[in-house]
């Protein structure tokens, strides 16, 4: 067993389902929608984009695109998020721009839990 193939699988599955645990719900409903979720799930995105940094290979680059696709939508759910918290107010428009944005990351977190579960079942023993 590699250890750091379990390691990245983790961080790339947790990732997705953070990911899914935040888009989950109510469009609209800031109340359906956990600000710590959303944080929880940009900081393992970031982490699993650093793990896949080291690969050379071009399934490691397709990949990294899409955890990167990940964390730059994540990352604009929560400025827009904190921009109409402390600006405006967060209301049903708000919320339903930072859910569709983590909509998008959860595509690319999709993409990338794909291609990996792809790749593990095509490597050989």
């Keep these: 067993m590699n250890l750091d193939k379990v390691i990245s699988g983790f961080f790339i599955i947790l990732a997705m389902t953070?990911?899914?645990?935040?888009?989950?719900?109510?469009?609209?409903?800031p109340e359906a929608h956990s600000k710590y979720e959303l944080f929880a799930?940009?900081?393992?995105?970031?982490?699993?984009?650093?793990?896949?940094?080291?690969?050379?290979?071009?399934?490691?680059?397709?990949?990294?695109?899409?955890?990167l696709v990940a964390?730059?939508?994540?990352?604009a759910a929560a400025i827009v998020w904190a921009i109409a918290a402390y600006a405006y107010s967060v209301n049903a428009e708000v919320m339903g721009v930072v859910v569709s944005l983590s909509g998008g990351a959860?595509?690319?977190?999709?993409?990338s839990?794909?291609?990996?579960?792809?790749?593990?079942?095509?490597?050989?023993?």
């Design 18 to 29: 953070l990911n899914f645990g935040f888009f989950y719900g109510d469009m609209h409903s």
């Design 41 to 67: 799930a940009i900081i393992i995105n970031i982490i699993a984009t650093t793990l896949k940094l080291g690969d050379k290979t071009q399934l490691g680059s397709v990949l990294l695109a899409t955890s």
């Design 71 to 75: 964390d730059i939508q994540l990352i």
């Design 106 to 111: 959860l595509l690319a977190n999709l993409t």
């Design 113 to 125: 839990v794909a291609l990996y579960v792809g790749d593990t079942l095509k490597s050989k023993r």
